[in-house]
């Protein structure tokens, strides 16, 4: 079916729903119900494309907004107190929506702390990854104290744009990871289009031999018009490594409508025995070939589209655990309305399975359908959104 009559025929589907069904049975047509994922555990707090850092007992947590706001708090459930924003102003980077960064990824990397971060449009590969440093994660009196450096990489214009993979790919949704094996840095990146790469950096994170980068094609949809990978990261539990990413519609479903039933944003992995690959998932499908098991989806008719992933690592006997945004059905469905979630995972047979929510008050309330009838009437025609 061609996707504009798809995307009404998913909008009439969901009022049918709501003028027949059971409250039980209630928009079961558009959000799984499934109980093959745990409920998450809830970070009490709206974020889109979280990302956190752990550092001195405090969890610090970034998101894409208006100059990068972040947050901290001494739990992964709150609660979040306001520390600043990472920018003081627009991006250096001209081009895009320089108020309003999407997708940072902060580090702290040799005495130093980076916030890699997206300037882009919707559906556009204008695109670019920035880069701001710090000495200190926060001062006194909230007052910035990020230096931002601008472009890192670029796509669609700005220098060595005709250079391979910039000319093929999307700058946006950038990851850090530093290979335990040596010490080496790469930056992971990538968004619809030709997929996600990784490259190769500099101990200082410039890209290393710029206009001849070192790079691993990661993950790629040959066969999907749309292309919908993004948000990805590569981990490390030995002997494995792992490479995330967020599959299908993120988000705008208030704006956009909903897309068919398993369409919308889950988090997708595979695994190899090196950090350039290739990647495989459970079927042994490679990653550059379609791959990605499923490791979170949507699930219990209560969480809608998770996505826009990251890994803090456990140390000793505390377990790696993986958090994301998602949209907690009885809140509703805007960008802004995303919360952050969380799990702990378990390792079976070399294979991340998040574990169920334990923490205080973190079973969600029950499904609201007025959330879903007002999304219907701003329901329409299905496109994807290049985000």
């Known amino acids: 079916m061609h996707t504009t009559l798809r995307g009404l025929a998913s909008c009439l589907t969901l009022s049918l729903y709501l003028s027949t069904a059971t409250a039980a049975d209630k928009n079961t047509d558009i959000v799984s119900t499934t109980d093959k994922y745990p409920l ?225 944003y889950s988090i997708r992995v595979g695994r190899s025995e090196s950090v350039h690959g290739p990647f495989v998932d459970r079927n042994n499908t490679d990653l550059l070939n379609g791959g990605g098991s499923i490791v979170y989806g949507s699930n219990h008719g209560e969480v809608y589209a998770p996505g826009g992933l990251g890994i803090l690592y456990g140390n000793g006997n505390d377990s790696d655990v993986l958090y994301y945004h998602y949209h907690n059905t009885s809140i509703g469905f805007a960008q802004n309305d995303a919360q952050l979630g969380w799990n702990e995972l378990d390792y079976v047979d070399g294979w991340p399975v998040p574990r169920g929510a334990k923490s205080l008050g973190a079973t969600l309330p029950s499904t609201s359908s007025l959330n879903l009838l007002a999304l219907l009437c701003t329901c329409r025609p299905r496109r994807y959104p290049y985000l």
Not at 73 to 92: A, K, M, R
Not at 106 to 121: E, H, L, T
Not at 138 to 152: I, K, M, P, R
């Open 40 to 264: 998450p555990n809830q970070g009490h707090v709206a974020a889109h494309d979280p990302n956190i850092l752990h550092q001195n007992n405090t969890y610090y947590l970034f998101k894409g907004g208006v100059r990068i706001p972040y947050y901290k708090s001494p739990s992964l459930s709150g609660p979040w107190e306001d520390v600043g924003t990472v920018l003081d102003g627009i991006s250096e980077v001209e081009k895009g929506n320089r108020r309003h960064p999407w997708a940072p990824d902060v580090i702290f990397w040799n005495a130093r702390f980076y916030c890699f971060y997206s300037i882009s449009q919707a559906g556009e590969r204008n695109s670019s990854i920035g880069l701001a440093s710090s000495d200190a994660i926060e001062v006194a009196g909230g007052n910035s104290s990020w230096t931002d450096h601008g472009a890192l990489v670029n796509t669609g214009t700005g220098p060595l744009t005709g250079i391979y993979p910039y000319n093929v790919s999307n700058a946006i949704d950038p990851a850090f990871f530093a290979d335990p094996a040596d010490g080496r840095p790469y930056l992971q990146y990538g968004s619809y289009w030709d997929g996600i790469f990784q490259l190769a950096l500099n101990d200082n994170l410039t890209v290393e031999n710029p206009r001849s980068p070192s790079v691993d094609h990661l993950v790629y949809l040959p066969d999907q018009a749309d292309k919908p990978a993004e948000g990805s990261l590569v981990s490390y539990r030995e002997p494995y490594y792992y490479a995330w990413f967020s599959f299908g519609q993120c988000c705008q479903f208030d704006q956009l409508g909903f897309p068919p039933k398993g369409d919308e």
